[in-house]
């Protein structure tokens, strides 16, 4: 791990692969590359009459620690400092020409990109575990009946594979759009100071051609919305994973107890009381969404720049960057752990279903009497409405008092009754669900369908 990122993210939330993208020695191998590209691109254009070695890259030898030196002794910049460094290690025809016509971002920029890029390749490998993880749980309790709830509150029920499932579709959501955002993000930019092309645009987009790198207009840097939506993307990610740890959190609470984190023999839930089981690594989760929601908003105040440019952004997006990039990384598989190896209780899931000793099929019951009696539906709700309150308030069966409701029993026969409370009826898409989920099922239909739905357009 490179100096810079141990001051800024501790190695207990940092994870080897993403370390390892943003250390100064992959930051320097990057320049390296980008200025090789525009130099075979100066070739190709005939600014350069001489073939560009092949394996020069090869003789030159990154001393993080001496380019460190060259800034903090003589330069007081990067860049020059960087040069400083590899320029006698060049064949000495190609010194002159090495950097010539280039400002600093014209180097620092692309290799930035370059490294976002190998960051978003490391995010969607690691959110394709967290999805095998999520489905693999989700299809395994896909049709054991949960209860829903909104607010906290009982709801109706649900599957308990449908609420993961759901997870799996929030993350799923999250990978789909680094997807898009690696292509909208792949820019580059070697037009000199202030943007104005020291060098032909033709340099610019050949060098982003080897780069991988579409050119974008800039001024003397790539605007600074571009990498905020990189930061953007690191939010969503981390605020999706504190949404499934916080339901985790949830359901781990005593008196809910549907789900535990992985709790070993040899582990300590607090140093007072010996029986804790603390859902930790799930709070530590939903805390550490706070920060990289924070680089976020940091990432976001840099996108201003006075005139065509200033240094505002340099300092920030040095910790910005890379410290988002590793908290999520280390997320996300932390995340994962604790989905492979959480403890589900269906039995506990299955109490918790009947807490309310039928409560929750209220609407089933309002629906059948509205359809049967001919009654406004609002009638019908204000009677189920007044009966499901007294069994809430006295903690009744639901069931068996509307069978002693002389109002309801006029119209509702036993077995329309007891068909209100089949549990399997309320979870009959769930396969419909999970093909949603998976993207096997389609929706083709167009805006224009849409709006004429809406009564926007005609019907021509």
């Not at 939330?13 to 525009?38: F, G």
């Not at 909208?184 to 790198?213: D, F, H, N, Q, W």
């Not at 007891?418 to 083709?444: P, R, S, W």
């Amino acid at each position: 791990m490179s100096k810079l990122h141990n001051m800024i993210l501790i190695p207990r939330y940092s994870t080897k692969e993403m370390v390892i993208a943003w250390s100064d020695e992959n930051k320097y191998q990057k320049w390296l590359i980008v200025e090789d590209a525009s130099l075979r691109a100066e070739r190709d254009c005939g600014r350069i009459d001489r073939d560009i070695p092949s394996d020069y890259m090869k003789e030159i030898k990154i001393i993080v620690d001496e380019i460190d030196r060259i800034e903090a002794e003589l330069t007081r910049h990067d860049v020059l400092a960087f040069l400083q460094h590899v320029s006698p290690q060049l064949p000495e025809w190609m010194r002159p020409l090495y950097h010539k016509d280039r400002t600093s971002y014209d180097i620092v920029d692309p290799a930035t990109i370059l490294i976002i890029l190998e960051s978003i390749d490391i995010l969607i490998r690691r959110l394709g575990g967290l999805m095998i993880a999520l489905k693999e749980r989700a299809e395994e309790y896909k049709y054991l009946p949960a209860v829903g709830r909104s607010h906290g509150v009982h709801g109706e029920p649900i599957t308990f594979g449908v609420r993961i499932i759901n997870y799996y579709a929030f993350i799923k959501r999250q990978c789909d759009g680094l997807l898009d955002l690696r292509k909208e993000i792949a820019v580059g930019k070697l037009s000199g100071a202030m943007g104005m092309y020291t060098m032909p645009p033709e340099v610019e987009m050949l060098t982003g051609k080897r780069l991988g790198l579409r050119p974008t207009i800039s001024t003397q840097i790539i605007p600074r919305d571009i990498i905020a939506k990189y930061t953007s993307a690191l939010s969503f990610i981390a605020r999706s994973i504190q949404h499934i740890a916080d339901n985790i959190r949830l359901m781990q609470t005593t008196e809910v107890r549907e789900v535990q984190e992985f709790f070993s023999k040899f582990q300590k839930g607090s140093s007072a009381m010996p029986h804790k089981r603390n859902p930790i690594a799930s709070e530590n989760l939903s805390g550490m969404a706070a920060v990289v929601n924070g680089f976020h908003h940091a990432m976001m105040e840099l996108i201003p720049s006075w005139y065509e440019r200033d240094l505002r952004n340099s300092g920030p997006e040095r910790i910005i960057l890379g410290g988002a990039s590793m908290l999520v990384d280390y997320m996300i598989k932390r995340q994962t752990s604790v989905i492979e190896k959480m403890l589900i209780y269906p039995k506990r899931i299955q109490q918790n279903l009947s807490l309310t000793k039928g409560l929750i099929f209220s609407q089933g019951v309002m629906s059948l009497l509205a359809e049967k009696s001919n009654i406004p539906r609002e009638e019908a709700y204000e009677i189920v409405k007044y009966l499901a309150q007294r069994c809430w308030d006295e903690d009744l069966d639901f069931q068996v008092e509307i069978r002693k409701n002389a109002r309801l029993t006029r119209w509702l026969s036993d077995g329309e009754i007891e068909g209100c409370f089949d549990v399997t009826k309320k979870i009959t898409n769930v396969d419909h669900i999970f093909k949603m989920a998976y993207g096997d099922i389609h929706f083709n239909v167009t805006e224009k369908e849409v709006r004429k739905h809406d009564g926007l357009i005609g019907s021509s």
